[in-house]
């Protein structure tokens, strides 16, 4: 079953040139114009990934990280979910490289094979940054119904990661 | 986010001066320089993904892709306005390969292009809880960190990162049409989890 996981991204690759070759596309030149994006975006991204993790460094030094943890794990553990991803789950609605930062620390932390590690890349998964959309797509725009719309998205993220966190178990 | 990040700052460093100051500024330089090799691997990432869209761009497939999603997001949004839609065909597809940064200006588009419609205040909370919820086809970034840390079997959290975004926007789409296009009693909310899981 494997297997057929591994083999989808090569896959995608393949069909994906084969077909550029078909309609007389410059793959080559085509794919470098691409792999040019990813500098700006990396460049935009670095503040606020530099700034999280730090935080997330000052937070597990103070050992308030832990306390934190304490407190949530009987509320994640009702639900079925690691209580080590907790901190994850909070940050991502509200900044999307904070959250990268902090699922690469839990991944280190625990070992990126691990059951806590899968459950925290499919949390991570779960929604987009509830808030950021709300701030960024949206900012100009007054519609009353948009804070009810907010409501309805961070619902629907917490029932994914509960059941993502199922899901790993059997997958 | 600005309230959160000075909260927690300042009770981590209050909380650092009383067990030990010294390591305050450590702790800052050895945060930063995590997110430097971070920023190696997503770039890393990127660059594998960024490309790959490029040619599809070139090569028609995202116009195709567009073209599939086009009626659905007619009835979905319920709107006729055309740049509205290519706009949203294009900000659902690149939120679907999980690269947030290629979606948001498309977004941002489709949401003023929303916002002078006739329907604005069901589809723009349609648009909002489409992107906050979006379904991930690969989640590129997760894989990258994956593959840079070492893993076995980097995309074994495919399926049940598809399964569950899956479920949260079909839940997001059912509740949006429940609670926001006419009052509904609220005791519906329960019948509605249960359909949106089972629909997807």
Known sequence: ?171 | MNVIFICLFLACAVALCFINPENFLSALLDGTSKSATLCVALLASYAVWLGLMQVWEDSGVTRGISKLIRPVAKALFKTDDEEALSCISMNVSANMLGIGGAATPYGIRAAKALDKTKNAEFSSCMLFVVNATSVQLIPTSVIGIRVALGSGNPTDILIPTLLSTAISTGVGIALTFLFLRDKKPPFLHKKSKKRGAGAK
């Open chain 1, 1 to 171: 079953m494997n297997v057929v996981f591994a083999l989808i991204i090569p896959l995608i690759f393949i069909l994906s040139f084969l077909f550029a070759i078909i309609k007389k596309v410059k793959i080559y030149d085509s794919f470098v114009e691409g792999v040019k994006k990813a500098i700006p975006l990396i460049v935009s991204i670095f503040p606020y990934l530099a700034s999280i993790t730090m935080l997330s460094t000052l937070l597990d030094v103070s050992g308030l990280n832990d306390l934190l943890v304490t407190w949530l794990s009987p509320v994640f553990s009702f639900f079925g979910v690691p209580k080590e991803i907790a901190p994850l789950i909070l940050i991502k609605p509200l900044s999307g490289s904070g959250s990268i930062a902090l699922l690469s620390d839990i991944l280190e932390k625990y070992g990126v094979d691990s059951y806590i590690a899968r459950c925290a890349c499919v949390a991570h998964g779960a929604a987009e940054t509830v808030f950021y959309v709300g701030a960024v797509y949206f900012s100009g725009i007054k519609r009353k119904r948009l804070t009810a719309a907010l409501i309805i998205s961070l619902f629907a993220y917490l029932i994914a990661v509960v059941v993502g966190c199922a899901l790993c178990l059997i997958l």
